[in-house]
């Protein structure tokens, strides 16, 4: 899988990471103060039955308990509700590779296919993004008509570009598949950054949304997420999982989690905040900014960037390259980050378009 956060090339702490979309400051105190206090408990076995841990999501998901299903991360939960179907699984690029990787691994055929063009995709001066063909392989111009027992994968905020769909527009979708006896899986990975647009309160027989806490608490290296589903889909579910499929710390945290939500709305704030100022700072240097509802930027700037982003490496800063995307060497999707450091980065930026 190709990925950002590749910061095990010497000292982790030593990178200014803009390729992984994860909290600037950290994981919040209480995290930290959690994941001490789970030291005590790493000697027993987890709860397999991972009852705190799916009270505390489903607490702060506003769902009833049996419509939760805590996963080991978003990554987890996608490849667990790809693993149950057979039928064919849509996707419309560009987006996040892993959907079409996991959906191999289950033996399952995988049709990719352009987005339909939205108000708000498209970049200045570029075309549609939706327009942008895959260099893998070549991608149908036309949606695909879904069949019973296809899985249609939607992510929303979707990676790379951090467009958003409406919860009206996920469940006008979700209409179009359940009706030929096909699935919606919707993968709210970023959802977090907009909350308000999020389906999960809207599940029901075919639709399943996968989430992930990974993001919004920094905490990657714990593994935390959750399917989202009908009760009977959630139980299926539950039965194909590994035993103890979550850590304790894990856990811990997600039973923790109702008591903090203030904190998570007002990073939402700030991200907004930030975001905005960011893509203000890039559009000045000539490139185009993609609006983005998500903690990233997609950004296309009037050169190949290679060069660029080896020499941002070289300096200790880490981007993100879009080819895995099927986009083209002009684009990066740039995590946004504290304004110090987005700061940084712009300057650096400017330095080397100039060079």
Request: charged share 25%; proline share 7%.
């Amino acid at each position: 899988m190709i990925h950002g956060g590749n910061v095990w090339e010497g000292d982790p702490k030593s990178w200014l990471d803009f390729s992984a979309n994860l909290r600037p400051e950290g994981p919040p105190e209480w995290v930290r103060d959690v994941l001490v206090r789970s030291l005590d408990h790493v000697r027993y076995y987890p709860d397999r039955s991972m009852r705190s841990a799916r009270a505390g999501l489903a607490r702060s998901l506003g769902l009833p308990e049996e419509q939760v299903l805590p996963t080991a991360g978003g990554a987890a939960a996608i490849d667990l509700i790809l693993s149950a179907g057979k039928g064919r699984v849509l996707i419309p690029q560009p987006t996040f590779g892993e959907y079409a990787a996991r959906a191999a691994v289950h033996g399952r055929e995988i049709v990719p296919f352009e987005s339909t063009p939205r108000k708000g995709v498209s970049l200045p001066h570029s075309g549609s993004l939706s327009s942008v063909s895959t260099e893998k392989a070549a991608v149908p111009k036309d949606p695909v008509t879904p069949r019973k027992g296809d899985t249609l994968v939607l992510c929303n905020p979707n990676n790379p570009d951090g467009r958003l769909l409406s919860a009206g527009q996920i469940m006008t979708e979700y209409d179009k598949v359940h009706a030929v006896s096909a699935d919606l899986l919707v993968d709210e990975a970023f959802i977090g950054f907009a909350p308000e647009e999020s389906v999960r309160h809207l599940v029901r027989p075919g639709l399943l949304v996968a989430g992930s806490m990974t993001k919004v608490l920094c905490i990657p290296g714990i593994r935390l997420g959750y399917i989202a589903g009908d009760a009977a889909a959630v139980a299926a579910l539950a039965e194909r999982m590994l035993p103890w499929s979550i850590s304790t710390q894990a856990a811990e945290i997600a039973a923790a989690l109702p008591d903090h939500l203030e904190e998570l709305q007002e990073d939402c704030r700030l991200n907004a905040q930030r975001r905005a100022i960011f893509a203000k700072q890039l559009a000045a240097l000539g490139a185009d900014v993609a609006p983005s509802a998500a903690n990233f930027l997609l950004v296309r700037f009037p050169r190949e960037m290679q060069d660029t982003v080896r020499a941002l490496k070289q300096r200790g800063i880490l981007v993100r390259t879009c080819e895995s995307f099927g986009l083209s060497a002009h684009y990066l999707r740039l995590a946004v980050r504290l304004e110090a450091e987005n700061t940084r980065l712009v300057t650096e930026l400017e330095k080397a378009l100039q060079s």
